[in-house]
């Protein structure tokens, strides 16, 4: 059974810091791309960054770039987003997602959440 769990969300305030993470089980971790979304209330989805397997390629959306740190851990099934001058713009539930790639076929697969709030 697939299961991604983010963790490391929470209140911040205006530039502060938090590191996100996402532990992924039931799958093959180093072969998956992993990248990371944001739901803001009342928006769409939004792309934030995403690293490649397994070179660790990064690629970050522009309300991530300068500010945002993507990466992973191989041998902890773990991935990473290290976030820095928070703005309250950044205010979203942030998502994991996994893409595995298995006889031609890409697999998709979401975590829950976790709701980051930056306070003014």
């Known amino acids: 059974q697939v299961q991604l769990v983010e963790s490391g969300g929470g209140l911040v305030q205006v530039g502060g810091s938090l590191r996100l993470s996402c532990a992924a089980s039931g799958f093959t971790f180093s072969s998956a791309a992993m990248s990371w979304y944001r739901q803001a209330p009342g928006k769409e989805r939004e792309w934030v960054a995403a690293?490649?397997?397994?070179?660790?390629?990064?690629n970050y959306g522009d309300s991530a770039k300068g500010r945002s740190n993507i990466s992973r851990d191989n041998t902890k099934n773990t991935v990473y987003l290290q976030m820095n001058s928070l703005k309250p713009e950044d205010t979203a539930v942030y998502y994991c997602k996994a893409r595995s790639r298995s006889v031609g076929i890409n697999y998709d697969y979401w975590g829950q959440g976790t709701q980051v709030t930056v306070s003014s």
């Open positions: 690293i490649t397997n397994p070179g660790g390629t990064t």
